[in-house]
T-cell receptor, first 112, second 116 residues
Framework: GQQLNQSPQSMFIQEGEDVSMNCTSS?????WLWYKQDPGEGPVLLIA?????ELTSNGRLTAQFGITRKDSFLNISASIPSDVGIYFC????????????FGKGTRLHILP | DVKVTQSSRYLVKRTGEKVFLECVQD?????MFWYRQDPGLGLRLIYF???????EKGDIPEGYSVSREKKERFSLILESASTNQTSMYLC???????????????FGDGTRLSIL
């Protein structure tokens, strides 16, 4: 079946640094989604991508749908303390019955 | 904005009890999902439903059942709770691909269930 690999598993950065994380899949996707989950809360959608090559921004966040349709990147610029949390990628294949598949998440820590 | 509401944020039950987790969405979405989230394992799909009274097994349906009697409500049932079902449970809803394709899922805030 389809598999999604998200890396890195954890990141430790200084406040103000830029951050980059990515997801790769074993097969092509039609949709890439990026979520953030704060402790004790459900995931909240950050960015949705629907087209290969698409680059979309949401404030300091930018995500790209890879040209091969098998990868996606999320960048956070000038990180701030409230960026701490777990970031999940998710993707869905082109068939109507393809389920949404989630990566295992990247936990972002910001050092004082 | 889509609102997905899970009835409890925290729940503590005993082994062998029948447990009901309720989820309600207010956007007339056809599709609803139940996931569990465990450290190191990410989000795993338990069951989903694409219409009233319709259900499909996800990746880990064993020990669970679901009920979708009304479009806005999707219930997850643990028939006889066991300690390995202690987890964070997340409900999500999604519009139908046939109506507007590839709409993002919207999640509830989760229910942290502990089975003693």
């Amino acid at each position: 079946g389809q598999q999604l690999n998200q890396s890195p598993q954890s990141m430790f950065i200084q406040e103000g640094e830029d951050v980059s994380m990515n997801c790769t899949s074993s097969s092509i996707f039609n949709t890439w989604l990026w979520y953030k989950q704060d402790p004790g809360e459900g995931p909240v959608l950050l960015i949705a991508l629907y087209k290969a090559g698409e680059l979309t921004s949401n404030g300091r966040l930018t995500a790209q749908f890879g040209i091969t349709r098998k990868d996606s990147f999320l960048n956070i610029s000038a990180s701030i303390p409230s960026d701490v949390g777990i970031y999940f990628c998710a993707g869905q294949g082109p068939r109507r019955d393809d389920k949404i598949i989630f990566g295992k998440g990247t936990r972002l820590h910001i050092l004082p | 904005d889509v609102k997905v509401t899970q009835s409890s944020r925290y729940l503590v039950k005993r082994t062998g009890e029948k447990v009901f987790l309720e989820c309600v969405q207010d956007m007339d979405h056809e599709n609803m999902f139940w996931y569990r989230q465990d450290p190191g394992l990410g989000l795993r799909l338990i069951y989903f439903s694409y219409d009233v009274k319709m259900k499909e097994k996800g990746d880990i349906p064993e020990g669970y059942s679901v009920s979708r009697e009304k479009k806005e409500r999707f219930s997850l049932i643990l028939e006889s709770a066991s300690t390995n079902q202690t987890s964070m449970y997340l409900c999500a809803s999604l519009n139908s691909p046939g109506r507007k394709s590839n709409q993002p899922q919207h999640f509830g805030d989760g229910t942290r269930l502990s089975i003693l």
